[in-house]
């Protein structure tokens, strides 16, 4: 039945509590079709929640959901794949032994009589591959695949099913910028050819370069749907926050560097990863990493931490050199690293908020041998107080905190550990723009108490609005130490793409 309205999907009070949450208070919009729309709102506002309802993941709900004006209720994925419903959400679920065309077709392989017609399968999925413009092919195994080639094979699946509507929960977050690139194109060449697509990110510039229409979500409650070029980023940011908020890092106050260093890093590489970093971070300091994603700065880090073992170099803690083997033991000597991939790294699943936000300092809520209950649940309010966790309730089990959420109690358990020296990989990764500000603050106030700190992040305003020197990589290598001063985008990307060359360079 051709639908009158032009909407593809409706949604009508839709409702979904959670036991002690209600995620989603009678939400109704509508998507029109062949239309780029952004679903936006802060950590918990319910975005995936509502993804999940559309996608028959989650079917226990109130409320109704039409697609071309029909009631729906798929009991899972498939069942919504199958009628044109696709979904290219974070975690892609790939079986990465088999082959890209078997990855691409699974379930619903083209047969010659009770066989799989192999031939068909790849020659079909080539043809997705290629109208895609992707430089890998349906014989590949999926593992020897990027992580943006991965979600390539989620969108060729969704096309291979005559996908009307695909949805991508936070897609960039992962990505390389060439990596964004060639989605966005795939994105646009989506919608020429009339296929509805929703949008979830956190990132705002990404938003008004390619959505068309957006609906903000808060709290659960819908609170608008609006042509994007309709708003200015300031106005976005209130709808989503419900207040005025700086969406930018800036440093708000200048505080005294000392020349004491606490970190010296000589000469340090790992074999076939990176080689000879060389740097010093003082007292009351912000470091930045900046380069593109797959520049190694991760490496770097985990290096630091113990997490990886070094081949050469030296390490010096406060002038004297140390040999760290593990995350504990770094630990011990006051480095604290907030991993890039929180969600396996960050946060033990079986805790709640409490016991992840105490995790770094069990050892103080000790009492004669006891643990203190009550002091770890206070450690635990201050702090989800200070980063506005949501829901802030201790006792909440951190694995079931959304996304951003969760980003925000490993951060948690970092500011309230007594380590000096914190290194923050891609800090605001997936977090909202409010929590972004809060976070911001934080870390001057760490820096103000004398802490020292080493960000990583691939957002060029983060690093220049934050970082007091900024050293750029690029595949493995340093190749430039900034002073802060007035630097500009362009100053740090022609070091990180390769255009720029220093004398640091020409020592390796
Ligand atoms: N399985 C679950 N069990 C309990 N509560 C849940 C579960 N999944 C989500 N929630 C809660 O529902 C609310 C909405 O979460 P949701 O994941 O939809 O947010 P989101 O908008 O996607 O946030 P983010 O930007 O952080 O990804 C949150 O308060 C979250 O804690
Ligand atoms: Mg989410």
Not at 269 to 298: C, D, P, Q, W, Y
Request: proline share 2%; glycine share 8%; aromatic share 6%.
């Amino acid at each position: 039945m051709e639908n009158q309205t032009g909407s593809i999907v409706k949604f009508l009070n839709i409702s979904k509590v959670f036991p002690g949450v209600k995620a989603l208070d009678e939400v109704s919009f509508e998507i029109k079709k062949g239309e780029v729309h952004a679903l936006l709102g802060e950590n918990g506002a319910g975005k995936s929640t509502l993804l999940n309802i559309l996608h028959g993941v989650n079917n226990e709900y109130e409320g109704i959901v039409e697609i071309h004006g029909k009631v729906v209720a798929y009991k899972n994925a498939n069942e919504a794949i199958l009628d044109g419903i696709s979904k290219v959400h974070q975690e892609v679920s790939l079986i990465p032994d088999l082959t890209v065309g078997q990855n691409i077709t699974l379930g619903c392989e083209p047969k010659k009589g009770l066989f799989i017609d192999y031939n068909k399968l790849h020659k079909e999925a080539n043809k997705i591959l290629k109208r895609m413009n992707c430089n890998f092919k349906s014989e590949d195994i999926a593992r020897t695949l990027s992580t943006g080639e991965m979600q390539m094979i989620a969108i060729a699946k969704g096309l291979y099913h005559n996908a009307q509507l695909i949805s991508f929960d936070e897609p960039t977050a992962a990505l390389s910028n060439q990596e964004v690139n060639t989605l966005f194109s795939i994105i646009n060449d989506l919608k020429r050819n009339g296929i509805t697509i929703l949008y979830v990110s956190h990132r705002l510039d990404e938003v008004f370069q390619i959505c068309d229409r957006a609906t903000v979500l808060r709290d659960g409650k819908h609170v608008d749907t609006f042509n994007i070029n309709d708003v200015t980023r300031e106005q976005l940011i209130k709808k989503m926050v419900g207040r005025d908020v700086s969406a930018y890092a800036v440093r708000k106050k200048k505080y005294p560097i000392s020349n004491e260093s606490v970190l010296k890093v000589e000469n340090l590489s790992v074999n076939g990863v990176f080689e000879s970093i060389n740097f010093h971070l003082r007292k009351g300091e912000i470091l930045g990493f900046a380069g593109l994603v797959g520049s190694k700065r991760t490496d770097v880090v985990r290096t630091i931490f113990g997490a990886t073992r070094k081949t050469t170099g030296t390490i010096k803690i406060n002038e004297k050199i140390v040999d760290i083997k593990s995350p504990e033991q770094a630990v011990k000597l006051g480095i604290g690293l907030i991993p890039e991939d929180r969600k396996t790294q960050g946060f033990i699943k079986y805790f709640d908020n409490a016991n992840n936000v105490g995790l770094t300092k069990m050892e103080k809520f000790m009492k004669f041998g006891l643990l203190n209950h009550k002091s770890k649940t206070k450690n635990c309010n201050y702090y989800a107080e200070e980063i506005n966790l949501r829901p802030k309730d201790p006792f909440y089990m951190t694995n079931n905190l959304s996304g951003g959420n969760q980003q925000k109690v490993v951060i948690a358990k970092w500011l309230s550990s007594d380590t000096d020296i914190l290194i923050l990989d891609e800090p605001t990764k997936g977090v909202d723009v409010g929590a972004k500000a809060e976070i911001y603050r934080v870390l001057e106030e760490l820096i103000g108490m004398g802490k020292s700190i080493i960000v990583v992040s691939s957002e060029l305003p983060e690093v220049l609005g934050l970082s007091d020197r900024i050293i750029v990589m690029r595949e493995g290598r340093q190749v430039k130490e900034f002073i802060n001063n007035n630097l500009t985008e362009e100053d740090i990307l022609q070091y990180a793409m390769g255009v720029g060359n220093d004398v640091e360079n020409a020592r390796i």
